[in-house]
């Protein structure tokens, strides 16, 4: 059985401690940063879903369907992050 005082245990102790601190470490910036880009996708996604509201109630004026104005806007910019993942 080794004991503590012996110089041959510290090294092997000590690269498991850095090992495992910094897989630590690198997971929790790994897990932080993949919620802001999925925050930022919703957002974007949001946006996007709103554009194309825009775009088709101005071709909905222009193919002289009537509809109210701002409601499929409103509905996309509402839906977002709400969409069912199959």
């Known amino acids: 059985m080794y004991k503590l005082t012996k110089p041959k245990i510290y090294l092997p102790l000590a690269n498991l401690v850095a090992v495992g601190g910094s ?17 930022r996708m919703d957002e974007l ?19 002289g369907k ?7 806007t409103e509905e996309l910019y509402s839906k977002r992050g709400k969409d069912e993942k199959k």
Not at 23 to 39: D, G, I, W
Not at 51 to 63: F, M, P
Not at 66 to 72: A, Q, S, T
Request: net charge negative; hydrophobic share 30%; charged share 35%.
């Open 45 to 63: 996604e949001g946006t996007l879903r709103g554009h194309i509201g825009l775009i088709e109630e101005a071709l909905d004026r222009l193919e």
């Open 66 to 72: 009537g509809g109210e104005r701002g409601k499929k």
């Open 23 to 39: 897989t630590f470490y690198l997971r929790s910036h790994l897990v932080h940063n993949h919620t802001e880009a999925e925050a």
